[in-house]
C-alpha cells in the first residue's frame, strides 16, 4: 500500500496525490444534434513509431456522459499519438446507420509529457469539431 509523506497510508477513496498522478490523454464526445453525449463510441489511441507506422497502445468505449477520462494508461513519452474515432453506428438501435462522417482520425504531437492532455469531440450531422481541452 502506499503510503503519504506523512507515513501514514491514505485513507480508503481520498484522492491520490501529485506524485501519483500520471498524465493521461483523455476525450469527451457530444452530439450536438441531440444535445446530448455520445456514449458507445469506440475511441483506439495509436503512438506512431520512428517509421511513422501506428502501434495500437488502447482501445476504450465512451461511458454514458460520452467520456473516456484515461486513454493512456501507462506512462506517457514524447511523439506523436493518433486518436482513431469510429463513428458508424453510434446512433440509437432501430434509428438506421445514417451519419455521414464515418471515421475521423488526429494526430497530436506530445512534446510536454509533465500534463495530462484532453481532446473534445463534437458532432453533427454534417460538422465535426474538436479542439485541445484542458
Known amino acids: ?25 483523455s476525450t469527451h464526445i457530444l452530439d450536438t444534434e441531440g444535445g446530448q453525449p455520445a456514449g458507445g463510441i469506440h475511441v483506439i489511441l495509436y503512438k506512431l513509431g520512428e517509421d511513422d507506422r501506428p502501434i495500437r497502445l488502447t482501445q476504450a468505449l465512451t461511458d454514458g456522459d460520452g467520456r473516456i477520462r484515461d486513454l493512456l494508461e501507462r506512462p506517457m513519452s514524447p511523439g506523436v499519438y493518433r486518436l482513431e474515432f469510429n463513428l458508424a453506428g453510434v446512433r440509437e438501435p432501430g434509428s438506421g446507420d445514417d451519419r455521414f462522417f464515418r471515421r475521423m482520425t488526429l494526430d497530436l504531437r506530445i512534446d510536454d509529457v509533465s500534463r495530462s492532455y484532453h481532446v473534445p469531440l463534437l458532432l453533427s450531422p454534417f460538422s465535426l469539431t474538436t479542439y485541445r481541452g484542458s
Open 1 to 25: 500500500m502506499a503510503s503519504s509523506d506523512s507515513g501514514t497510508p491514505p485513507l480508503p477513496g481520498s484522492a491520490p496525490s501529485a506524485a501519483s498522478t500520471l498524465p493521461t490523454i
